[in-house]
């Protein structure tokens, strides 16, 4: 129940077209969704994250669109660039209490290639 | 900002000797930090939870006596591998969340481990 499970585990795009990664949970008490972006041999970095108060969040390029009743979350990635080439990770966290969040349950991981 | 650096960036070591690894909040005071590995092409996998001026809380499977954690400012957490074998070879990462912040955690860069 603590799991996140994220697909495609790969992702191979074109040039300016629309990337998806697509996460799915369990665990209804999750209430933190963030998107990570890691390049090799380096940490990852926050990208963007959501709330369930919310279905949608844009900032730039890259959106998360949140299904609360499906129990589902994707990132989307506009106009793609080979420069978004890496491999982003979508995670799950509930809040301990006021102004403290817990520990974050990462996904698989999804390896995104965009080409010129 | 948000800057979270670790020290070393990597470290190669005999078999056996014991390795202390360095997590700093450079421009916030971190309550919690956590500590990652990373294999390659895989996920992040939670070690510990550490709170400033109390014991490390370990996830399941995670030998507290192999890898100890000191978290004795709001600004540093060490992770030290105690008589490190070549399984030990991995990616470490540390995470930090801002004192009074939210749910957000900032990564560290990574330290590469290699023992020998």
């Known amino acids: 129940q603590q799991q996140v499970k994220q697909s495609p585990q790969s992702l191979i795009v074109q040039k300016g077209g629309i990337s998806i990664i697509n996460c799915a949970y369990e665990?209804?008490?999750?209430?933190?969704f963030p998107w990570y972006q890691q390049f090799p041999g380096k940490g990852p970095a926050l990208l963007i994250a959501?709330?369930?108060?919310?279905s949608e969040k844009k900032e730039g390029r890259f959106t998360i669109s949140f299904n609360k009743s499906a129990k589902q979350f994707s990132l989307h990635i506009m106009d793609s660039q080979p420069g978004d080439s890496a491999t982003y990770f979508c995670?799950?966290?509930?809040?301990?209490?006021?102004?403290?969040?817990?520990?974050?349950?990462f996904g698989q991981g999804t390896e995104l290639s965009v080409k010129p | 900002g948000a800057v979270v650096s670790q020290h070393p960036s990597w470290v190669i070591c005999k078999s056996g000797t014991s390795v202390k690894i360095e997590c700093r909040s450079l421009?916030?005071?971190?309550?919690?930090m956590f500590w990652y590995r990373q294999f390659p092409k895989q996920s992040l996998m939670l070690m510990a939870t550490?709170?400033?001026?109390?014991?490390?809380?370990?996830e399941q499977g995670v030998e507290k006596d192999k890898f100890l954690i000191n978290h004795a400012s709001l600004t540093l957490s060490t992770l030290t591998v105690t008589s490190a074998h070549p399984e030990d070879s991995s990616f470490y990462i540390c995470?930090?969340?801002?004192?009074?912040?939210?749910?957000?955690?900032?990564f560290g860069p990574g330290t590469r481990l290699t023992v020998l």
């Open positions: 995470s930090a969340q801002k004192q009074g912040g939210t749910d957000t955690q900032y």
């Open positions: 665990n209804t008490a999750f209430d933190y």
């Open positions: 959501i709330r369930p108060d919310v």
């Open positions: 995670a799950a966290s509930t809040r301990l209490f006021y102004n403290q969040g817990g520990k974050l349950i």
């Open positions: 421009d916030f005071q971190a309550t919690t």
């Open positions: 550490s709170n400033e001026g109390s014991k490390a809380t370990y």
